[in-house]
């Protein structure tokens, strides 16, 4: 009866390390995954900017004040809307991830 304890304890401890084993794998893998999406999304932020400055020099060339003042009034939209995104999405998180409660 002793052994089969033993057999018994020494088999649970071997599951607990294999499951945190894969907790940390996943952890890790997670980590990863968010740092090249981190990764991809700042070369993505640098080529709009480049872009967006080249479309500006080009209307500034023209001499299109009015266009220019529209794109620069676009753009900074455009960053506040991408600035307030993630607060928005923080906000947001508790009601999406709070179940319904049915009534009693």
Excluded: N, Y
């Excluded at 089969?4 to 996943?26: P, Y």
């Excluded at 220019?68 to 600035?83: G, I």
């Amino acid at each position: 009866e002793a052994k089969f304890q033993h057999a018994r304890v020494a088999a649970s401890r071997s599951r607990q390390r294999a499951t945190e084993a894969a907790r940390v794998r996943a952890t890790a893998e997670r980590g990863k995954a968010e740092s090249e999406a981190r990764a991809v999304m700042e070369r993505l932020r640098a080529d709009e900017a480049r872009s967006r400055g080249w479309v500006r020099s080009q209307l500034v060339a023209r001499g299109d004040s009015e266009r220019v003042a529209l794109f620069d009034a676009a753009a900074a939209v455009h960053d506040s809307e991408r600035a307030t995104r993630p607060l928005v999405e923080q906000l947001a998180r508790p009601i999406v991830d709070t179940p319904v409660r049915s009534p009693a």
